[in-house]
T-cell receptor, first 116, second 113 residues
Framework: DTGVSQDPRHKITKRGQNVTFRCDPISEHNRLYWYRQTLGQGPEFLTYFQNEAQLEKSRLLSDRFSAERPKGSFSTLEIQRTEQGDSAMYLC??????????????FGPGTRLLVL | AQSVTQPDIHITVSEGASLELRCNYSYGATPYLFWYVQSPGQGLQLLLKYFSGDTLVQGIKGFEAEFKRSQSSFNLRKPSVHWSDAAEYFCAVGASDDYKLSFGAGTTVTVRA
């Protein structure tokens, strides 16, 4: 059994460059979430997908951020024209939506982004 | 909207001593409550969760938590800590009409020999 995986684990980029992160959820999970965690803080919600549909986006997700989940499997998070304030850990989580129970989100190891 | 407060930023405890981490939530209805642990540079691992039923829940690694509706609290406890318990601990709350989790700022636990 594999859990949630994320790639890359670390990314260093220069301000103004574009970066893309990938998340592979647990195989049968239909919901996928992206969170951002800055130093000394808890994770903050960015967006989530049910299957391939993006159902909610946080105000934190500026126009420079875009997320996709083609075919309802893996997801990508792209940041265009990166800024130093984008430096953070980007966490992906997945869950299985079942009608009778609020689902548990399982997290990946995260992608740590440093913008120079 | 729901929110979580973890009053203690940092706790130091001796190995073998007991540990209690505080968590207070704000939400008008019955919350869904979670404790996650994060080791340095790693993702979040679920320790335990409360959805309904028995207010004392058992989790992995010998942790337990108690839901107290009257105090809006969900404190995490462990009777005897091990050096490997040194990590950052996050309390999170979910709402019945919302799928995202709201996290506290976390409590860093240091274990001294």
């Amino acid at each position: 059994d594999t859990g949630v995986s994320q790639d890359p684990r670390h990314k260093i980029t220069k301000r103004g460059q574009n970066v893309t992160f990938r998340c592979d959820p647990i195989s049968e999970h239909n919901r996928l979430y992206w969170y951002r965690q800055t130093l000394g803080q808890g994770p903050e919600f960015l967006t989530y997908f049910q299957n391939e549909a993006q159902l909610e986006k946080s105000r934190l997700l500026s126009d420079r951020f875009s997320a996709e989940r083609p075919k309802g499997s893996f997801s990508t998070l792209e940041i265009q024209r990166t800024e130093q304030g984008d430096s953070a850990m980007y966490l992906c989580a997945s869950s299985l939506n079942e009608e009778r129970e609020w689902e548990t989100q399982y997290f990946g190891p995260g992608t740590r982004l440093l913008v120079l | 909207a729901q929110s979580v407060t973890q009053p203690d930023i940092h706790i130091t405890v001796s190995e073998g001593a007991s540990l209690e981490l505080r968590c207070n939530y704000s939400y008008g209805a019955t919350p869904y409550l979670f404790w996650y642990v994060q080791s340095p540079g790693q993702g979040l691992q679920l320790l335990l969760k409360y959805f309904s039923g028995d207010t004392l829940v058992q989790g992995i690694k010998g942790f337990e938590a108690e839901f107290k509706r009257s105090q809006s609290s969900f404190n995490l406890r462990k009777p005897s800590v091990h050096w490997s318990d040194a990590a950052e601990y996050f309390c999170a709350v979910g709402a019945s009409d919302d799928y995202k989790l709201s996290f506290g700022a976390g409590t860093t636990v240091t274990v001294r020999a």
